[in-house]
């Protein structure tokens, strides 16, 4: 291979993503593990499967070619997620992207690949790909594709999606569309030319669709037609990890959790078809006519000897013997001029070399939370557990910190424990996401400055320990991230990653504040200290017409984690508004404005970051009717609290509440979203419920998807629930019975309702319901046949029975005021 720009430091992505899930235990691999990764040294082939979200991915076949194969197996998803459901917790949005990007993360560790994404977000259901290429921003879309083509140099590209509609998404039809276009441009020099800085062209050999049954329309037609494509068995048994490649692709797709896809293992034959779309193609099999082993590496031809020679050495019981062995292939690497393959052995070799040493390396700092110019104590742990001679010569780092010499022999499993005080940079940037930093409310693209920070799943550390050791009479370099542990009483051991702070923090109550008539209300900031001495003062950012008394507040905290709480009276303009308010923490002339998130979920590493500290003011004339509302929860949502701010009382019912006489008190009864798909007790419960309707009563049902349901009617009267969905947040509503009550009471609904609505307007909708149901509204998608079903509601004996597909869910917690309008008059029906 020819360089083109001999001297300029290329970047390789595989290599930077060695450090990602930095803040996770240590796992040190058992012999037969170390075997495994001893005979993948020998395999240079490199596969790139391309989709577009967390979840589209084959965990079957990257299981299968990263471990089977022994290729570089690397999965890139376009997007991060952001646009899906949340199963397991209230976050939505680019915090839903922080997790799913984390249980992709957590994925690849189980399954063996390796994890990439793009800057496209995902911002909800897309009908078309037109759509999706337009809010994505094609053309930076294509070039992350390129770029992670030409860091990562996949022999073939295999793609989740054909690039039409049978793909469905309209990001799926995109992905499939950006993939081939990608596949020409990586290997043309005139594509992209910026990022040639950093990588060279690439032109992968082939590019394949991995059919998906659900594609398949003629069953019986795609049989018959099976020969013409390439079949690969990818459910053979691997002895040496204790599992198939079907068992380790269930735990590798359990991990998202967040989209509630826990999986059973599979066992056995397990075929998979690929249909040949682009550049040389196979007659039998996918990586036919490419070269995977050393002789695809000029210079590298004493190498396979050398593999050979550390496998047939490899003892189980003294896996550390092979250090030899693995130091003189270490030598004969160093010799290459391949750059890739060169860094990527390297890297292996040396994770290798850690761990027949049973090498155990890590860096604890005293607390999780750091902020700029703060001294920082870290605790470096050191042990060898082999009989072998190693030696720490240096420590480089954390930060700024220079090179100190150590020359410390590591005795035989006797702890070298070295104690680095030093300082964060005053300049030191604070722990938010690369893809952020523009806070959160993105649309189409994540904005990222740093071409070599594009692809990358996550941060990297913010502070590294970078170790020379001695091993064998060889110097080996070894980077050890900053952590935080702590002891849990039940989890046990917990990692943390190292945060990065501002000095101080607010933090208002809520996202959204309603106003609903012209009276003041409370707004409380809490600020935090993340370190000693903080002195300053705390105010809101208000917009003309707003105001708060007082207009600064002055605090002071002492130690590093006191808080404070500043009530501040807020006052409304007259009229309808909706606005936005921040806090603003003031600091010897400097102003923080910024809240500390946290996610934390037992199965990804906690997720830290600084959103900007802001809420959403709204003023609206709202009447309501009715005061108490029982919500039963389905799987998770913010709606409860959003009628509380304009007024409700409401109570949240556990499955033994739902009874005659706890349910006779409600104005209301409201079911969260999905609750039939996952509140089980709810198939013994309807009877109760409908029951409580006719007895007067309002139950407003809130979508269910038609997949698992417990029931098979949810209403007293016949309807089904389709796909059907209004995926334009703005898309035309048309109003089909202007004398319903549900648009003229208390609140009287116009067009202008409709406005400001955020990511859809509904989905799930109801089809083809019994007559005695009525409508209310009728929406479309540009292109799309319109549907009445958002609001169908039928009176039953006394009350009303409300099912409705508009995601209420994501309107009211916004503090849209036009659906709080119309959902309060649901909720005032016949009141
Ligand atoms: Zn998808």
Avoid at 269 to 279: C, I, L
Avoid at 326 to 351: F, N, T
Avoid at 572 to 582: H, K, L, S, V
Wanted: charged share 25%; with cysteine.
């Amino acid at each position: 291979m020819k360089l083109k720009f001999p001297g300029i430091r290329y970047a390789c992505l595989c290599v930077l993503t060695v450090l990602s899930g930095w803040a996770m235990p240590p796992r040190q691999p058992s012999s037969s593990e170390i075997l495994h990764k001893i005979e993948k040294l020998n395999i240079l082939g490199t596969v790139l499967y391309f989709a577009a979200h967390p979840d589209d991915e084959n965990t079957g076949f990257i299981a299968y070619m990263a471990n089977e194969e022994k290729y570089q197996t690397y999965y890139l998803s376009l997007t991060r997620g952001d646009g899906g459901q949340n199963l397991i917790g209230p976050e939505m949005r680019e915090l839903l992207g922080m997790i799913r990007t984390q249980e992709l993360l957590q994925a690849r560790r189980i399954d063996g690949g390796k994890q990439f994404f793009s800057r496209a977000n995902d911002f909800g259901y897309s009908k078309n790909p037109d759509e999706t290429m337009k809010v994505w921003d094609r053309e930076a879309v294509l070039a992350d594709a390129v770029w992670v083509i030409r860091n990562t140099r996949p022999d073939i590209i295999v793609t989740r999606f054909p690039p039409d509609e049978r793909a469905g998404h309209g990001h799926h039809t995109a992905s499939a569309m950006l993939a081939e276009e990608a596949f020409d441009a990586a290997g043309d020099p005139r594509r992209f030319p910026e990022q040639l800085k950093y990588v060279e062209v690439w032109k992968p050999k082939r590019l394949l669709w991995n059919i998906g049954m659900w594609a398949v329309r003629n069953r019986e037609e795609f049989i018959r037609n099976a020969r013409s494509y390439i079949q690969l068995d990818i459910g053979k048994y691997n002895p040496l990890l204790g599992a198939s490649y079907g068992e380790i692709a269930a735990r590798s797709r359990s991990m998202h959790k967040s989209q509630g896809f826990g999986a059973v293992g599979r066992r056995g034959v397990d075929v998979e078809y690929f249909q040949f779309v682009k550049g040389d193609k196979p007659a039998n099999s996918l990586m036919e006519g490419i070269d995977t082993g050393w002789s695809r590496v000029k210079g590298g031809d004493k190498i396979p000897g050398l593999i050979e020679k550390l496998k047939k050495g490899f003892d189980m019981a003294n896996p550390a013997g092979s250090v030899p062995d693995l130091l003189s292939l270490r030598r004969e690497l160093l010799q290459l001029k391949d750059p890739h393959w060169k860094k990527v052995k390297l890297e292996e070799v040396d994770q290798l070399l850690r761990d027949v040493l049973g090498l155990y390396l890590e860096a604890v700092a005293e607390s999780s939370v750091y902020t700029p110019g703060e001294p920082i104590s870290v605790s470096l742990e050191a042990i060898n557990r082999s009989e072998r001679e190693v030696a720490v010569i240096s420590i480089n780092g954390p930060f700024a910190r220079k090179d100190s010499s150590v020359n410390r022999p590591l005795l035989t499993n006797e702890p070298v424990r070295l104690e680095i005080q030093t300082v964060v940079p005053p300049r030191q940037e604070i722990s938010q996401p690369y893809w952020l930093t523009r806070d959160i409310g993105y649309e189409g693209l994540f904005e990222v400055s740093d071409q070599l920070k594009i692809g990358r799943p996550e941060n990297e550390p913010p502070a590294v320990i970078r170790m020379q050791l001695r091993v064998g009479g060889e110097l080996l370099n070894y980077e050890v991230p900053v952590v935080y542990k702590k002891r849990d009483p039940v989890r046990g051991e917990v990692y943390e990653p190292l945060v990065i702070s501002p000095p101080v923090y607010t933090a208002m109550g809520n996202d959204v504040y309603m106003f609903k008539d012209g009276s003041a209300r409370k707004i409380s900031v809490t600020v935090t200290a993340a370190r000693d001495n903080c002195r300053g003062q705390v105010r809101l950012k208000l917009p003309a017409g707003w105001n708060a008394t007082p207009a600064a507040e002055k605090f002071t905290l002492d130690r590093k984690g006191d808080n404070a709480r500043i009530d501040f009276l807020v006052t409304p303009p007259q009229g309808d508004m909706t606005a936005e308010i921040a806090a603003i923490a003031e600091m010897g002339g400097v102003e923080y404005d910024r809240e500390l998130g946290i996610i934390a979920y037992d199965h990804i590493p906690k997720q830290v970051y600084f959103p900007a500290s802001k809420a959403k003011v709204v003023r609206l004339d709202l009447k309501t009717r009715g005061r108490e509302i029982g919500y039963i929860h389905g799987a998770g949502d913010a709606v409860p609290q959003a009628l509380q701010e304009v007024g409700y009382q409401v109570t949240i019912l556990e499955d033994k509440d739902i009874e005659p006489l706890v349910l006779k008190r409600f104005d209301a009864v409201i079911l969260g979203v999905r609750a039939y798909n996952t509140r089980t007790a709810l198939a013994g419960k309807q009877k109760i419920l409908l029951d409580y309707v006719k007895g007067g009563g309002n139950l407003i049902v809130q979508y269910n998807t038609n997949s698992e349901l417990l029931l098979r009617e949810l209403g007293p009267y016949a309807f089904e629930v389709s796909r059907d969905r209004v995926s334009v947040e703005d898309a035309p509503v048309r109003i089909l019975n202007p004398e319903s009550p549900v648009l003229n009471m208390p609140n009287k609904i116009t067009s202008r309702d409709f406005d400001g609505w955020v990511q859809e307007r509904g989905l799930y909708f109801p089809a083809n319901w019994d007559k005695r149901y009525e409508t209310v509204i009728s929406s479309a998608d540009p292109g799309s046949a319109p549907l009445d079903g958002g609001i169908i509601y039928a009176k039953y004996g006394d009350g009303y029975y409300i099912y409705s597909g508009i995601s209420w869910f994501r309107q009211l917690p916004a503090g849209v005021p036009g659906a709080y309008r119309l959902f309060v008059n649901l909720i005032s029906l016949g009141k």
